[in-house]
């Protein structure tokens, strides 16, 4: 199923356990962050038919990070478009690093995959109407990333953050450190519309990430607790 969630912007829900896909439709290029898991692929192809865009129309991919929920249908665009990530997640991805990626544990084979373009911090993506920032924000993986458009206040969070102050777990490359870090970072922006890679939309992203913060700062306590 897809929204629009404004003009170019599509928000493409598959199913569970697949993540969010959004589809960001440029007068210069078309861009998807996040296809999803390999094996919910026909649901996104029909959706992306549904809005007028076939696949092989779309031009680059973002990973938010390495998990097969997020990268999985990146094989059916790899040999079209150009998939970008961060580059620790890069690493993982095309040397099929299955503790990390989770294919397996999604029945889906890790190997085969390839990584065009290699991100790092602060990066940009200049398209004509969209102005495209790359924001580091390691802590459910070291490999994630947030996407970030100034100008319309916009935040595409992946798995970093969601509604209502809800945060990840900490996957086996991520870090609490980090994490607290990340979001530490992300609230001295100026954010109208949190796009999680799960979940709901959120207008209220101020207070989501506040939220968050604490959560992740009482998370780490009662770790270091148990430990």
């Known amino acids: 199923m897809y929204e629009k969630i404004k003009d170019s912007l599509y928000k493409i829900k598959t199913e569970r356990p697949s993540c969010t896909s959004y589809l960001i439709i440029d007068q210069q290029k078309i861009l998807l962050i996040d296809p999803g898991l390999y094996q919910k692929y026909p649901i996104l192809k029909k959706e992306l038919n549904n809005i007028g865009i076939k696949p092989e129309d ?114 086996d490359s991520g870090s609490y450190g980090e994490y607290i870090n990340s979001l530490s970072r992300l609230n001295t922006l100026k954010i109208n519309q949190l796009l999680p890679g799960h979940g709901s939309v959120s207008n209220d992203v101020e207070e989501d990430i506040q939220k968050a913060l604490i959560n992740a700062k009482s998370r780490h306590e009662e770790f270091l607790n148990i430990e």
């Open 58 to 171: 779309i031009d680059m991919v973002i990973n938010t990070h390495e998990h097969a929920d997020h990268m999985g249908a990146n094989k059916y665009f790899q040999n079209t478009a150009t998939i970008m990530t961060h580059r620790y997640a890069a690493t993982k991805i095309i040397y099929a690093d299955e503790e990390v990626l989770h294919c397996r544990g999604h029945g889906h084979d890790p190997r085969g995959y390839n990584v065009h373009l290699w991100l790092e911090n602060n990066n940009v993506l200049e398209l004509d109407d969209w102005f495209l920032k790359i924001l580091y924000t390691p802590g459910h993986t070291s490999g994630s990333l947030c996407v970030y458009e100034p100008r319309k206040r916009i935040l595409f969070s992946g798995d970093t953050v969601f509604s209502k102050g809800t945060i990840s777990k900490i996957s």
